[in-house]
């Protein structure tokens, strides 16, 4: 519980990644990319610099990443290239690949789950889940009984929140709506923006358990953006630094994995040395960036 490695290097691009044999195939790949918006004009900004990682599909396993930075530094532009999605994708320069193939566009291989929960207003929650299995023309009867076992799977009531409408739910409720939608096609990497940001502690650590079990359960890849120093080294393998804006890795941590639940963990002093440690590695990034001319 108390392991810690890092690396750090004078040039993002300079990075280690963490051991590998050298022969897993790489799910997730960044090579020196660079997303600016609007280049060439006044308004140009530069979001993300010379970002340069990789992630390793490691069969029956994924791993869990977690990334870290403060407000504006490109967190979400990383997820949004992974995802194929505009305005953010495509990358200025560099190269972003998925399954060792450069992304062209959005995929069923890669879920995406909001911090706005983004479920579907007019529809119940069982047409929410089973909206992505009616997208890819799986039969009616096939995809509603797969949907009633992702609600229970996340921990609603098949015969008591099915036929609920969004609004009739609470913030922890929709999330867990919003988590079955994206999960019940079985991503292979599943991108996740904050998800827990706008929940009560209490429900944010329920959530936190529940997502590490599912995860254990589908094995996936999952890069999970937050800005609680806790849930990061709770939920994470290894975790990414971001410096401030323009992004880019300063440092990454390994971590070891939760083997108990979110409130249990926080109360061992392992876990607490851990978070002041990557605490300071923010604070850190935030010193040694601030000086530095943005885009």
């Known amino acids: 519980m108390a392991r810690i490695e890092e690396t750090a290097g004078a040039a993002p691009c300079e990075l280690q990644s963490l051991p590998d044999d050298g022969r897993l195939r790489r799910i997730v790949e960044f090579d020196s990319v660079t997303k ?23 069969p029956g396993i994924g791993e869990f990443v977690g990334i870290l930075g403060p407000s504006g530094c490109g967190k979400s532009t990383v997820l949004r290239l992974i995802a194929g999605l505009a305005p953010q994708f495509p990358a200025t320069t560099g190269k972003v690949l998925v ?5 062209s566009a959005p995929g069923p291989d890669r879920g995406f789950v909001f911090q706005d929960y983004a479920n579907f207003p007019h529809r119940t929650v069982l047409d929410n889940v089973a909206f992505g299995l009616e997208c890819s023309h ?23 929140d099915a036929g609920k409408f969004p609004h009739q739910l609470s913030g922890g409720m929709n999330q867990r709506v919003a988590i079955a939608r994206t999960l019940i096609l079985g991503p292979r990497i599943i991108l ?46 290894r975790i990414y630094v971001f410096s401030a804006s323009p992004g880019t890795i300063v440092n990454q941590v390994a971590v070891t994995p ?28 935030g010193r040694s960036s601030s000086n530095e001319p943005s885009a």
């Open 258 to 285: 939760p083997d108990r639940k979110s409130v249990e963990m926080q109360a061992v002093p392992a876990f607490q040395e851990s978070v002041r440690h990557i605490r300071n590695l923010l604070d850190q990034a």
């Open 192 to 237: 996740m923006d904050e998800p827990f940001g706008a929940l009560d502690p209490t429900t944010r650590q329920n959530m936190q358990d529940l997502l590490v079990a599912l995860w254990k359960e589908l094995e996936a890849t999952v890069f999970f953006i937050t800005h609680d120093v806790g849930e990061a080294v709770f939920l994470g393998d």
């Open 36 to 58: 600016t918006y609007h280049p060439g004009t006044s308004k140009a900004f530069t979001a993300i610099r010379d970002v340069t990682f990789h992630v390793e599909d490691k």
């Open 99 to 103: 399954d060792e193939q450069p992304v």
């Open 138 to 160: 799986v039969p009616e009867k096939e995809r509603l009984e797969r949907a009633r076992e992702w609600i229970g799977k996340v921990g609603l009531d098949p015969k008591k």
